[in-house]
């Protein structure tokens, strides 16, 4: 099963202050006006907001899903295909660009303290 932008909409839905939008012309999601991710225009692909770490790890472990462009060498961000990526693992990378946007106050609210 491949996953769709649908899909990534009901997820993003879950973290509080989400908001859809667009980037470069294509869906976006954000958080307080900071990127979490939008569609590539490739249309196949996301653009999510990683570490460096993270991405050199992702993309030496399975390049057939987790990759760059030239375009996105400078940048803390990679390019993940919809129709292959580990759905648990996009959801962990999105949750950690959330958490890392996220109010304190939204994080609490998501984790369910008060």
Do not use: C
């Amino acid at each position: 099963m491949s996953f769709t932008w649908n899909d990534l909409r009901d997820l993003l839905q879950q973290f509080p202050g989400v908001e859809e939008g667009t980037s470069y012309g294509t869906p976006a999601f954000r958080i307080r006006g900071k990127f979490l991710t939008r569609l590539h225009e490739d249309g196949v692909s996301l653009v999510v907001r990683v570490g460096f770490d993270e991405r050199a790890h992702l993309m030496a472990t399975d390049p057939d899903n987790f990759y760059i462009t030239p375009h996105y060498q400078d940048w803390p961000s990679m390019l993940v295909r919809l129709d292959g990526v580990p759905v648990e693992i996009l959801r962990r990378l999105l949750e950690e660009s959330w958490r890392a946007a996220a109010t304190k106050k939204q994080i609490a609210a998501y984790d369910g303290r008060p």
